[in-house]
């Protein structure tokens, strides 16, 4: 008798799996992005944008001149860094840009001297060879602080904005 009611259970369960229309439990959705009252995907995570504009003709400048530009907190990847030369200097004035773990880590002796725009990361439209050590973004596990310094002895009346995209990876 046992084994004919587990026969039967066993072929009532098989036709219910092949024969019976599955009934759902209600669905919720909870994607990002999937309709007009969720935020898009892209603002879950805080990318943003720094920018800074240097003026040479406002202060006499000399070799190794630091100019601090800005403070990047811990946990965050900075992806790319853009100067635009907006007024040249017109000479031999070259700048680099970097942090205090490589001054030049995102540009080495970038000119100065005409009206350009330079980027840092090769995923970007760029009139720069990629082989600083930044060329691919920078990681800061630590705080940190880009910064400018002047390579040559006067960078006179140059004027340029230098723009960092960041993304805060860990809070």
Do not use: W
Request: net charge negative; hydrophobic share 45%; proline share 4%.
């Amino acid at each position: 008798m046992k084994i004919f009611a587990k026969t039967v259970q066993a072929l009532v369960l098989l036709f219910a799996l092949l024969f019976a229309v599955p009934v759902y439990a209600t669905t919720y959705n909870q994607r990002v992005g999937s309709t007009g009252t969720q935020l898009p995907a892209h603002r879950e995570t805080p990318v943003y944008r720094l920018k800074a504009t240097v003026s040479f003709a406002d202060q006499a400048t000399s070799v190794t001149d630091v100019v601090q530009l800005f403070n990047i907190p811990a946990g965050t990847f900075v992806v790319g860094v853009a100067v635009s030369v907006t007024t040249a200097e017109g000479g031999t004035s070259t700048i680099d840009v970097g942090d205090a773990t490589d001054t030049d880590g995102y540009f080495d002796n970038l000119s100065v001297n005409s009206a350009v725009k330079s980027f840092s990361s090769p995923g970007l439209p760029a009139t720069t060879v990629f082989d600083e050590p930044y060329c691919q973004g920078r990681y800061y596990a630590d705080a940190g602080v880009i910064s400018v310094i002047c390579n040559t002895a006067d960078s006179g009346v140059a004027v340029f904005t230098v723009t960092a995209i960041c993304v805060k990876v860990i809070d």
